[in-house]
Structure formats: structure tokens, C-alpha cells
T-cell receptor, first 115, second 114 residues
């Protein structure tokens, strides 16, 4: 009964490959996010979807493409992986509510290592 | 833009010591403020939050008060335990925008020694 789940937990791959990370939430939330945590633990938003609509697309290379097949899922596909893509990627979800009282629930993270 | 500044870590304390982790922010609108905690090898968990000025968030002995006049949200705990060892992140989100994403500070690692 995990609230926000991600697969895989670990991903080791070669430069130039294409890979996907999957995220699912069973909380009934309507907004989902991808964050990147670098080696210094700094967290930064990459994308956000609300009801399957992209609402945030930060300055992220075009090689990164999110896809939301439904409100409960948000996947991240990465083309032509580079060394600098090595990081921990966190999925999160929340309810869109005015006043900012919502909290975001995070998945366990996917540690991506590009060799 | 929005930003959050946290004190540099690591912070090393003995068990039962008093903890303060400073957090200040700048925001384009009226922010809600959060503290998240990340235990080793795990994802982030919400520790506490405050959504308007002078609100105090509290959980598991941790407290933080939303101070609009000093744009601060410092985290405190009266007596830390070894199990509190983790990375603590201060974060904000701005109301009344469609953005909804969290802006995080750089994180502060806390090490509690027995």
C-alpha cells in the first residue's frame, strides 16, 4: 500500500542509452512532479503535471520527456544519457489546492548512474 | 525568483543537545513553508509545515515558526536523538500561482552522536 512508488530503485547504464523511470501514486492526487537531486543533495523541480497537463517545464534538456498516461502515473524518459544525468530522481504528488496548504508526498527515489 | 537559504552542514551534536537549523527565504508571493527530512537511503518525508505568518508547525518534538518580518522558518528541537540523524530541507511554495512546485534549500545534514 505504498503511497508513491517508483521503479526502478537503481538504474546503471551506459552513456548514449535511452531509459525510463516510472512513477505511480495511489493517493488520489491530481498533481505529480519530478525532482532531481544532485550529488550535493540539492533538489530542483524538473516537471509538474496537473490532471495529465504539463504545468511546469523547467530548464531541462530536451532529452528528458515526461509522460502522464493518467492522473496516477507520471513517467520520465531520458534519451541519449550523459554522465551529468547521474543523480537521484524523485517523483512526488499532491492535491492542487489554493492557498498552498497541500503537501507533497515523495517516492523513494531512483538512483541513476551513467557510466 | 523564489529561494531558500539554509545553514551549511554538517551539524554534529551529542544526544539530548538542543538543535537549531536556520532557514531564510525570499518569495515572489505569499509562501507556505515546509521542513522535509531525508533519512539515509530514503525519500523525503514532510516533517512540519506552516501556511501563514506566526503559525507554528510541530511534529515529533520539532518546531518551526513562520516569521514574516524576518523571512525565516528556523527548525528547533529541544533534545535530539541518534535517530534524528538525517538531512533536513527547508522549502517553500508560493500561493496563488499555478506553479505549485517546491523550492528547496540546499539541505543540512544532522549527525547526532550517542
Amino acid at each position: 500500500d505504498t503511497a508513491v512508488s517508483q521503479t526502478p530503485k537503481y538504474l546503471v547504464t551506459q552513456m548514449g542509452n535511452d531509459k525510463s523511470i516510472k512513477c505511480e501514486q495511489n493517493l488520489g492526487h491530481d498533481t505529480m512532479y519530478w525532482y532531481k537531486q544532485d550529488s550535493k543533495k540539492f533538489l530542483k523541480i524538473m516537471f509538474s503535471y496537473n490532471n495529465k497537463e504539463l504545468i511546469i517545464n523547467e530548464t531541462v534538456p530536451n532529452r528528458f520527456s515526461p509522460k502522464s498516461p493518467d492522473k496516477a502515473h507520471l513517467n520520465l524518459h531520458i534519451n541519449s544519457l550523459e554522465l551529468g544525468d547521474s543523480a537521484v530522481y524523485f517523483c512526488a504528488s499532491s492535491l492542487a489546492a489554493r492557498g498552498g496548504r497541500y503537501e507533497q508526498f515523495f517516492g523513494p527515489g531512483t538512483r541513476l548512474t551513467v557510466l | 525568483g523564489d529561494s531558500v537559504t539554509q545553514m551549511e552542514g554538517p551539524v554534529t551534536l551529542s544526544e539530548e543537545a538542543f538543535l537549531t537549523i536556520n532557514c531564510t527565504y525570499t518569495a515572489t508571493g505569499y509562501p507556505s513553508l515546509f521542513w522535509y527530512v531525508q533519512y539515509p537511503g530514503e525519500g523525503l518525508q514532510l516533517l512540519l509545515k506552516a501556511t501563514k505568518a506566526d503559525d507554528k508547525g510541530s511534529n515529533k518534538g520539532f518546531e518551526a515558526t513562520y516569521r514574516k518580518e524576518t523571512t525565516s522558518f528556523h527548525l528547533e528541537k529541544g533534545s535530539v536523538q541518534v535517530s534524528d540523524s538525517a538531512v533536513y530541507f527547508c522549502a517553500l511554495s508560493v500561493r496563488d500561482t499555478g506553479r505549485r512546485a517546491l523550492t528547496f534549500g540546499s539541505g543540512t545534514r544532522l549527525q547526532v552522536q550517542p
